[in-house]
């Protein structure tokens, strides 16, 4: 792994880190584990402020070169929004965004943002952190299960939960 690698919570009213933000975003989802398209303009334009108005949203970043002043050398994305587990009464983080460059991946760069991820979730006082990944994302379901990462399941007999979605218009 790079020795120069810096990983950062991110600073949305850092420009540096708003554009790296962007980039990297703009990359995942243009990835076919991001859906194979292009964030929208409206997307690019907002996202960074729309973070930075949600007080329960953080991200990290991972730059190649030891310094996280150049968007340019971005590598590295970890969106996290906060939820609520109300089994716990405690707050809950869940990752929405993981993304590593292809030429990063494997060096495990991933895993060192999850560390700082669970490092943030835990000063909050969460209980448990959160994601959903693709079946097909060999790579991504290795990672989540080295660190840690479990199917959810209250009860055996009753089998994983499924996540869903309702596209509102």
């Known amino acids: 792994m790079d020795a120069q690698l810096c990983i950062v919570q991110a600073d949305?009213?850092?420009p540096a880190h708003a554009d790296a933000l962007v980039r990297m975003l703009d990359a995942y989802a243009q990835d076919p584990m991001g859906g194979g398209e292009r964030l929208s303009e409206f997307a690019r334009t907002h996202v960074v402020a729309a973070l930075a108005a949600r007080p329960?949203?953080?991200s990290i970043l991972?730059?190649?070169?030891?310094t996280d002043d150049d968007a340019s050398k971005a590598v590295g994305l970890v969106?996290?929004?906060e939820g609520f587990s109300t089994f716990a009464c405690r707050p809950l983080i869940n990752i929405h965004d993981l993304a590593v460059l292809p030429g990063y991946r494997g060096q495990r760069i991933g895993e060192r943002m999850l560390e700082r991820v669970e490092a943030i979730a835990c000063e909050r006082g969460a209980c448990k952190l959160t994601l959903e990944v693709l079946q097909g994302?060999?790579?991504a379901r290795r990672l989540y299960q080295?660190?840690?990462f479990a199917n959810y399941e209250l009860d055996p007999t009753m089998g994983q939960?499924?996540?869903?979605q309702k596209w509102l218009t």
């Open 12 to 14: 949305y009213a850092n």
């Open 56 to 58: 329960f949203a953080f």
């Open 62 to 66: 991972a730059f190649a070169g030891g």
């Open 79 to 81: 969106n996290c929004i």
């Open 137 to 139: 994302n060999q790579g």
């Open 146 to 148: 080295r660190v840690g």
């Open 161 to 164: 939960a499924q996540f869903l």
